[in-house]
């Protein structure tokens, strides 16, 4: 259950060389960096592995790709500033963006924030676009290892302040409140999405075996520390 997600490298290479080079350009060296001020779920190797899942499940639609790596490259942004809020925020961020501004049109700008401000599990509406139902399809975890690094480590940029035990109780609570039999992602589906119902199979059944949730755990945060 620990194992690394594996993608099609050539395909999510494909899919990255139809985005355009001023964007990506101008993202990576002006957005990216921003993700450093988040905790270590939502930091830039987030953003990358939202990206490829992205991909991978945009497979049978027709996209704009300049729209969808600009809504999941600016999605948590706004984490550091209020994770409550931080859809919203992140929304305006890209909205307001004189860069963003030159570069699309304002109904694409409109659908990029719409995208954002949708993107969130626990919101109780459909997202109104193609392009937030891919974000927050691909934003789930889909690995019991991506789900234990977030979770473990949530709201902390500095790990070496988080406590294992605490860590722990804090991450199975919240996988039973999210992705539990009733949990308030687990019947949410906007595409089809095999790896995220394995996900789910495979959590559920560690929630109701909690000695070896910890024991995976403990496995997880101490590899995380050691890094």
């Known amino acids: 259950m620990l194992k690394e997600i594996e993608f099609d490298n050539d395909y999510i290479n494909n899919c990255m060389n139809k985005i355009n080079v001023n964007l990506k350009e101008y993202i990576d060296t002006n957005i990216m960096p921003k993700y450093s001020l988040n905790d270590k779920g939502h930091n830039k190797d987030h953003i990358n592995f939202v990206l490829k899942r992205a991909f991978e499940i945009s497979n049978n639609y027709d996209m704009n790709y300049d729209i969808l790596y600009t809504s999941i490259s600016y999605h948590d942004i706004a984490c550091h500033l209020n994770r409550e809020k931080h859809e919203i925020l992140s929304a305006e961020i890209a909205y307001n963006d004189e860069f963003l501004k030159q570069f699309f ?43 234990l690094i977030s979770s473990l480590f949530f709201g902390e940029p500095d790990i070496s302040k988080v406590d294992m035990e605490k860590a722990i109780d804090q991450s199975y609570n919240h996988a039973i409140k999210k992705f539990g039999k009733n949990g308030y992602a687990t019947n949410k589906f906007y595409v089809e999405d095999t790896r995220y119902k394995k996900f789910l199979k495979d959590l559920q059944y560690l929630i109701d075996n909690k000695e070896q949730f910890d024991r995976l755990a403990k496995i997880v945060f101490k590899e995380v520390k050691e890094k």
């Not at 997202?127 to 974000?135: D, S, V």
């Open 105 to 147: 049109s304002k109904k694409e700008l409109e659908i990029i924030k719409e995208a954002i401000e949708d993107h969130r599990a626990s919101s109780n509406n459909i997202p109104r676009n193609i392009y937030g139902k891919i974000l927050s399809s691909a934003d789930r975890k889909v690995s019991v290892k991506t789900y």
